[in-house]
């Protein structure tokens, strides 16, 4: 059994995910790091420090730069990084969709122009799986269109009936993968995807019709592009229960803290977001009371750390003070000190996530912390 | 007695300098830390990783940005920065007259635009002393005039004549907020500056006339400024021994490895350079056989550190491939392994040279490394 459920609170779950190179304690947030790196100067080294679970990389841009045949060559992504525990790939398709330029979408996959120096790259699920298979990560997501959040359903009720084709081919393509003699994971996992914008029948028959290929774990894709945090939270209202409860659910690319509790409470396991990264790179800071800009005027001669209490690389050493120079002189340092505890932050907050719900304290803790969120009383 | 000298092969010295933030060891190289952090997101906590002997911070930048006053309040470098070791602080005049536009050079001090924002600042040798006293280094610089390298004696003498003028007037300055109750490190001292350009008489007639002050060391300023390294040479072969030999000598602004080593053949205990920061900013870094250029196609699948046997975080952990491959992405984390990888490299050549003078086989030991340099021979 690769999911141990181990506790419950309504529809909020706690588990442990059994993967090639460890378990993974959820609900987890996943740390994006794209190119191989999280972007901030962070190293494997470092992630050990701030408590990181997983690892996300982007499979597109590591198939662009170096090349997924260089990380196979160098032993996969984990000896290539040195991160010793579990990481996961995305497809590299919402890349396609985000990034490159002239793309034309057909049955066998998707031709487009690399965004770094223009040449064609044609990607479908047999060439997805095959870069995953290269980068040796331990889940590999399934090659999917991801269509605008507010298309009509004439648009999206053939591109999930492709994806959910996509997805047999994944599957097929995967199992021949890894049984190859060279594989560098051979244990590494398919997750499937649901989609179906913010349409309920289409989501929900989609759930079902992928559930029923019974693959180690399914993420809920297509949402965080444009709809509003309501039509999210309804369509995991309507989606997650007709996914298999007894397995990860992953709600891609979400968000911030209030977003992951709330969809916490809706069932999902797994969530990554360059929210902390990206905000940490601009001098913003999460606390447990809203968030900082560090560059305010304010912090100048405030010898505290960001949050009081905060065990963080970044809080156990340095000040505001010092925190908002080195952001206003455009010290790279000052960027990698916000981005630690930013990730450090929600890697803690998952922590605390997992004990409420193992506790049984799930319901209190929810309240208090969202309360204490949106209360913006930062001291 | 503040500098115990222990021990000596030729010119060459080896000794320990006593400071209010403990014991200097020399000869020893000074990482320069800019605006109070060292650019390649580097931290005080990495700093004593990569045994960092003293910080060297930019008195006219800090002035510019947070301000000096701020950091007093803030109780001064080492609570700001959280270094726990020796500091020392430039003049400011380096600065005034390499980046600032519009400057005057008056008997009283200089005026001169802010390179930030343009606002007109005034700065003599009394505004330097009270400026690196708000800092609170250890050591602080001579407010001083650096001609350009190749400039006449007509323009030289007189500016050295006047930075004697300022010196003792610096001198002044610093016993007087030395003895203030609310001054940050009333233990700072003063080192005097050595100026001359390239022409020896007034070279060792101004080290003359400065050693008579008494200070607790001097420096050689006005090198490493466009004239070559052989006329370099020349002013350190004539002018270290005018210079208190039972004092540090600070060559500033200095250098290659080659550089430091023929300078400590001289007699010289202090440096401090950009190049292994900007250099590692600059995917350039430093080995016993020279630097390599981490870009190289040739490294793409060499899983070799950047020097075997090299003790520093970023080799003890990471491949040539992977910082390949961080720096042609422009992933900040490259430019940090780099600019790490290259200080400790640095402070390890100083810790070598210390060891082969204390072991009285230095002549071997710069014999052999400076082959070993020039074979550029990487693997």
Redesign the interface.
């Known amino acids: 059994m690769l999911y141990e459920l181990i506790a419950e609170s309504g529809r909020a779950k706690s588990g442990r995910f059994h993967t090639p190179h460890g378990v993974i304690e959820t609900p987890v947030f996943m740390n994006v790091g794209t190119?191989?790196?999280?972007?901030?100067?962070?190293?494997?080294?470092d992630l050990l420090s701030i408590g990181t679970g997983v690892l996300l990389c982007n499979t597109y841009h590591l198939h662009v730069?170096?090349g997924d045949e260089?990380v196979k060559?160098?032993?996969g992504l984990h000896t290539?990084?040195?991160w010793p525990k579990p990481i996961l790939t995305d497809s590299g398709g919402f890349q396609v969709y985000s990034l490159a330029k002239l793309r034309a979408i057909k049955e066998e996959g998707v031709s487009f122009h690399c965004h770094i120096d223009g040449r064609k790259i044609f990607m479908g699920p047999e060439e997805s799986m095959t870069i995953q298979s290269n980068l040796g990560s331990d889940i590999a997501m399934a090659f999917d269109e991801c269509p605008p959040a507010k298309a009509e359903r004439e648009y999206i009720q053939p591109s999930v009936d492709r994806t959910f084709r996509w997805l047999v081919r994944c599957k097929n393509k995967l199992d021949e993968l890894n049984a190859l003699p060279d594989t560098v994971n051979p244990g590494q996992m398919l997750f499937g995807i649901n989609q179906g914008g913010v349409i309920d029948d289409i989501r929900i028959d989609h759930a079902r019709r992928i559930s029923e290929l019974d693959l180690p774990g399914y993420a809920i894709g297509g949402l965080a592009v444009g709809e509003s945090h309501e039509e999210m939270y309804h369509v995991l209202d309507v989606t997650v229960p007709e996914l298999p409860r007894k397995k990860p659910t992953y709600l891609m690319g979400v968000g911030t803290p209030e977003n992951i509790i709330e969809a916490v409470d809706r069932g999902v396991d797994f969530f990554d977001c360059v929210y902390p990264s990206r905000n940490g790179r601009h001098g913003q800071v999460y606390t447990h009371f809203g968030k900082m800009n560090l560059k305010n005027k304010a912090y100048?001669?405030d010898?505290r750390p960001i949050e009081e209490g905060c065990q963080c690389?970044t809080c156990r050493?340095?000040?505001r003070?010092?925190l908002?120079?080195?952001i206003?002189?455009e010290?790279?340092?000052?960027?990698?000190?916000a981005v630690l505890h930013n990730l450090y932050f929600y890697n803690h907050l998952m922590e605390e996530i997992r004990e409420a719900i193992r506790d049984g304290r799930w319901e209190s803790f929810k309240k208090e912390t969202l309360d204490k969120l949106k209360s913006s009383e930062i001291k």
């Open positions: 190119v191989a790196a999280i972007k901030g100067a962070v190293s494997a080294e730069r170096p260089v060559q160098l032993g290539f990084t040195t100048e001669l010898t690389p050493r340095f000040t003070a010092y908002r120079h080195l206003k002189a010290e790279m340092l000052g960027l990698r000190l």
